[in-house]
C-alpha cells in the first residue's frame, strides 16, 4: 500500500533542536545519484556512449514550499544560514524528513547550503520556496 502524504513532516534545527517546519505544503528530494563519467573510447561499439561510475554519489537537495511565516523561528534559520552561512561541518544544521507510514520512517541529512525564494501571486497566499543543499548522502530507510 503507499504512504499517504498527510502527516508528512519537514523538520530542521532551531537552536540545536530537530523542530517541526510550520506550514508546509510540499517536500521534495531530488537530485541524489551516484556519479558517472562518460568512457567511451574509439574502440567502443555501437552508437551509445558507455559510463562508468566515479565511487562517488550525490545527495541532492530536498526542496520545500512553505506559507510564508517570516516571524518564525522554523522560517528565520533559513535566512539567518544565508545571512551567516556555516562553514565548519560540524556545525552544519541537522535535517529530516518524517514520512507519514506506520512506522514514521525518517530520512536525515545534513545541510551544507540553503537557497530561498518568496512568491506572492494574487489570489494565493505568499509561499516561501526553500532548497536544502545536502551534505554528502541522505540515510534512507531502505
Same mark, same amino acid.
Given at each position: 500500500m503507499p504512504t499517504i502524504s498527510k502527516g508528512s513532516v519537514l523538520s530542521a534545527d532551531v537552536a *540545536?533542536?530537530? *523542530?517541526?517546519?510550520?506550514?508546509?505544503?510540499?517536500?521534495?528530494?531530488?537530485?541524489?545519484e551516484s556519479e558517472t563519467f562518460k568512457y567511451t573510447n574509439l574502440n567502443t561499439s555501437g552508437a551509445g556512449h558507455e559510463y562508468l561510475a566515479t565511487g562517488y554519489s550525490e545527495g541532492g537537495t530536498v526542496d520545500a514550499e512553505i506559507w510564508f511565516l517570516p516571524a518564525t523561528a522554523s522560517q528565520q534559520i533559513f535566512t539567518d544560514e544565508i545571512t551567516t552561512p556555516t562553514t565548519v561541518v560540524a556545525n552544519q544544521l541537522d535535517g529530516q524528513i518524517t514520512f507519514a507510514d506506520t512506522g514514521a520512517t525518517t530520512m536525515p541529512f545534513k545541510i551544507a547550503g540553503v537557497g530561498i525564494g518568496v512568491s506572492v501571486a494574487m489570489d494565493d497566499g505568499v509561499k516561501l520556496s526553500v532548497s536544502l543543499k545536502t551534505n554528502g548522502l541522505p540515510t534512507y530507510a531502505t
Amino acid at each position: 500500500m503507499p504512504t499517504i502524504s498527510k502527516g508528512s513532516v519537514l523538520s530542521a534545527d532551531v537552536a *540545536t533542536v530537530l *523542530t517541526a517546519m510550520a506550514e508546509v505544503i510540499s517536500i521534495d528530494h531530488s537530485g541524489a545519484e551516484s556519479e558517472t563519467f562518460k568512457y567511451t573510447n574509439l574502440n567502443t561499439s555501437g552508437a551509445g556512449h558507455e559510463y562508468l561510475a566515479t565511487g562517488y554519489s550525490e545527495g541532492g537537495t530536498v526542496d520545500a514550499e512553505i506559507w510564508f511565516l517570516p516571524a518564525t523561528a522554523s522560517q528565520q534559520i533559513f535566512t539567518d544560514e544565508i545571512t551567516t552561512p556555516t562553514t565548519v561541518v560540524a556545525n552544519q544544521l541537522d535535517g529530516q524528513i518524517t514520512f507519514a507510514d506506520t512506522g514514521a520512517t525518517t530520512m536525515p541529512f545534513k545541510i551544507a547550503g540553503v537557497g530561498i525564494g518568496v512568491s506572492v501571486a494574487m489570489d494565493d497566499g505568499v509561499k516561501l520556496s526553500v532548497s536544502l543543499k545536502t551534505n554528502g548522502l541522505p540515510t534512507y530507510a531502505t
